[in-house]
């Protein structure tokens, strides 16, 4: 039985990706914290191990005495309230984690990163038919974005490190708190956007994901290659209330917010963040990404190298989302 770990498992996409990693029959390993929550890791075979990504002489003892097949690299930070903290967590911690594997002297079959869309940026052009491409320029746009792309071209550089990058667009599904704000407004009737401009955003289910980022970790054909991640649709910003208000029965009150404005307000967010110690989830990093008008992606490669399938549309994928939302209580 082949043995993997995945670090962040804790979180929305590590959870998911452990339970795919179950449902293939590999010896499953839960990289956490020790303050991580283990609310989604309730199945009696996962393993757990506790890791410090600033200690490099603990992580190397530990790949040594557990000689992991694959590692899926998943931790990190979305949002942070300082600006150095992304690079610190996304890319420090990264280069530490892999220079901790090849101190090891243990071989992996293949080291996967979950990176982002965001590393690249949106597309450029005001061309709304353009398509983000692995060729094209990266043009990250707030920190998070720099920070991914420094662990890109970090695993670039490394000589005969069997590596793959995972660059998924907005991923959606259960357990996803952050476009819930979103849900929970049509809920209650009111639908807010950013902005007036139409946009042209990308989004991937959880399932889809976790089902490529194993497909790519597992494979033998693939190695030293990245691939942006969609569901292979293309959406314009109030197509996905559209699509909530369907399945919730719902009429709202559509309402658009200027980005100045949204910019004002999340300034005064943070700057109230910092006094009371916490950093809220509308954040001026957020409305870099909010505000960018194109997030297509080329996910053919994807297709081609792993004969990658998308099994959700927006529909689909909402329907099971939201009916998640409602058994847990959150919506």
Not at 76 to 105: C, H, Q, W
Not at 276 to 291: A, F, M, Q, T
Request: proline residues 4%.
């Amino acid at each position: 039985m082949k043995k993997i770990l995945i670090t962040g498992a804790s979180g929305f996409v590590g959870s998911h990706l452990v339970e795919e990693a179950l449902r293939r029959d590999l010896d499953v390993y839960a990289g956490i914290r020790k303050s991580s929550s283990r609310e989604y890791l309730q199945d009696e075979r996962i393993n757990f191990v506790e890791l410090n990504f600033e200690d490099k002489d603990q992580m190397s003892i530990l790949m040594k005495r557990k000689q992991f097949d694959y590692v899926i690299h998943n931790a990190g930070v979305v949002s942070a309230p300082k600006l150095s903290d992304y690079m610190r967590v996304n890319f420090e911690y990264t280069k530490n984690f892999v220079e901790a594997i090849e101190a090891s002297g243990e071989q992996l079959d293949k080291f996967t990163y979950i990176s982002s869309a965001a590393s690249y940026g949106p597309v450029p052009s005001k061309d709304l038919t353009d398509f983000l491409k692995e060729e094209d320029t990266p043009r990250p746009i707030n920190a998070y974005g720099e920070a991914k792309l420094a662990s890109e071209r970090y695993l670039a550089s490394l000589h005969d490190f069997p590596y793959v990058v995972i660059r998924p667009t907005g991923v959606y599904g259960p357990r996803e708190k952050e476009i819930l704000t979103f849900f929970k407004m049509i809920n209650r009737n009111v639908e807010g956007y950013i902005g007036f401009r139409r946009q042209h955003l990308a989004f991937v289910y959880v399932k889809d994901l976790v089902r490529a980022v194993l497909d790519a970790t597992t494979s033998s054909e693939v190695s030293r290659k990245s691939y942006f991640i969609s569901d292979g649709r293309y959406y314009a910003q109030w197509d996905i209330g559209k699509t909530a208000k369907q399945i919730l029965n719902k009429k709202t009150l559509r309402f658009h917010i200027p980005v100045t404005l949204v910019r004002s307000i999340a300034w005064v967010l943070e700057q109230a963040g910092k006094l009371s110690g916490s950093y809220p989830p509308l954040n001026l990093e957020k409305v870099r990404i909010l505000e960018s008008l194109n997030w297509k992606c080329d996910i053919e490669p994807l297709k081609e190298d792993l004969n990658f399938q998308p099994q959700y549309d927006m529909e689909e994928g909402l329907e099971e989302t939201l009916a998640w939302y409602k058994e847990q209580g959150w919506l």
